[in-house]
């Protein structure tokens, strides 16, 4: 008879289990990451669209601002409900309805006329997209425990930066060349031709996206035992959380106040920078969309090693909270040099850098506290009242801009959000570490 097979040595097991989390990674961040690019851009698009959509609908800053920021008015409304849902009905099927939901609206848009019509598009954007992103945070902690998410949560929210590098350039070449197709403006071409890959988004969810580890075919029942033991380790040492300790916890409502501070400043980047770009002189709508990717460049070479770093040191206070106060730095620098192109860039690139470096960092921080059904609820609830400084930031920064005819005062006041996010971050308990 055999004797039975010697256990591996902790170096193979080590190095198995590294390339099982290797396979997951490449099975699901690309097609994660692509879906969220296809959200982010359908969502902050109309930055670009407003270099041409106010004056030829006669909307003020005021307008814009309102309407850019009542998306996530409907955004917050449905967030937890749609959040609650997609637990109970599964990742695929739900991710894929709101891809479809949300493609249909954004296209629309590009038939508003008044003011009226262009707020109900926006609002609707945001309840139609409502639970995606908390979603798929949501999906990953079925895979990946806590320790192995900063790196992750850095992969997907790449989007951010990767909408920016793509998304800005695409936009610029479609208000500069496609204006007058078949009687229709740029901008309403931009809306129309970005809309359609979370169409064909929507069908190739349903096709590649597994419901659990159970359900993935493309692993063998080694892989599954040990994704499947890592992460139910890590659930044995979280306290089940229920729908009323979610909402009445001090130390959700302190990470919310959080994420509101520094999404303050991610949506004072998305749009206005076209804009600040615009007023440093430059004209053409595809050298604007071209400069606009440099910051978003910057933000995406940083933001992946940074989360590494943050896995193995297995720290995240300060690795949120220095990117936050670099992020603010650069836009008080950037309200300062305007009338340069180059210094001017220089700023955002910092600011943008810093901005989009915390918010995967962030994200690290409530999973690995959260357990249980309202897990779901509670990342629903942070990202939805984080969100809300989406509605606000373009809206005071419009408000400031429509008074004013200046953008330098709303961008120090975002500077001042970050800069109080940071400290926010550094006041949560040893637990949220």
């Not at 615009?278 to 992946?304: F, Q």
């Amino acid at each position: 008879m055999h004797s039975p097979a010697a256990p591996p040595a902790p170096t193979q097991a080590v190095a198995a289990e590294r390339a099982t989390y290797a396979r997951v990674t490449w099975r699901l961040l690309p097609f994660l990451l692509g879906s969220y690019v296809v959200a982010y851009l359908d969502r902050v698009n109309v930055g670009f669209a407003k270099l041409q959509m106010l004056a030829d609908l006669h909307f003020s800053e005021a307008v814009y601002g309102l309407g850019a920021g009542i998306f996530f008015v409907g955004y917050f409304l449905f967030e937890v409900p749609s959040n609650v849902i997609l637990h109970r009905v599964g990742a695929r099927v739900w991710i894929a309805r709101i891809m479809l939901t949300w493609g249909v609206v954004s296209a629309a848009t590009a038939f508003v006329t008044t003011p009226a019509a262009f707020y109900a598009m926006r609002f609707l954007l945001g309840v139609a997209e409502a639970g995606f992103f908390p979603g798929v945070v949501l999906y990953l902690t079925y895979w990946y425990p806590s320790h192995r998410r900063g790196a992750v949560m850095a992969l997907l929210m790449s989007a951010v930066p990767l909408t920016g590098i793509v998304g800005s350039p695409l936009s610029g070449w479609i208000l500069q060349s496609m204006g007058g197709w078949h009687g229709l403006a740029g901008w309403q071409w931009l809306y129309l031709v970005e809309a359609a890959p979370s169409l064909v988004a929507s069908a190739a969810t349903l096709c590649l996206l597994d419901r659990s580890i159970d359900s993935a075919t493309w692993l063998d029942a080694g892989e599954k035992a040990l994704l499947k033991r890592n992460v139910e380790a890590e659930a044995r040492d979280k306290r089940s959380h229920s729908l009323g300790e979610v909402f009445a916890s001090p130390l959700l409502w302190r990470m919310s106040a959080v994420y509101f501070c520094l999404v303050m400043g991610l949506y004072g980047i998305s749009f206005w920078l076209p804009t600040i770009i615009r007023a440093t002189g430059v004209s053409r709508p595809l050298d604007i969309g071209l400069l606009t990717a440099v910051p978003y460049l910057a933000g995406a070479l940083c933001m992946i090693p940074l989360g590494r770093r943050s896995d193995r040191l297995r720290e995240r206070r300060w690795h949120v909270a220095v990117p936050a106060v670099a992020g603010g730095v650069g836009l008080l620098l950037g309200t300062a040099v305007t009338g340069n192109t180059l210094l001017s860039m220089a700023a955002m690139t910092l600011a943008a850098a810093g901005i989009i470096s915390t918010l995967p960092l962030f994200w690290s921080l409530p999973t690995a506290v959260l357990g249980g059904a309202g897990a779901a609820a509670g990342l629903a609830m942070i990202n939805s009242i984080g969100n809300l400084a989406g509605f606000t930031s373009p809206f005071l920064v419009g408000l400031i801009a429509g008074t004013t005819h200046d953008t330098r005062l709303g961008m120090a006041l975002l500077a001042g959000s970050m800069f109080i996010g940071a400290g926010l971050t550094l006041s949560l308990p040893k637990a949220a570490r």
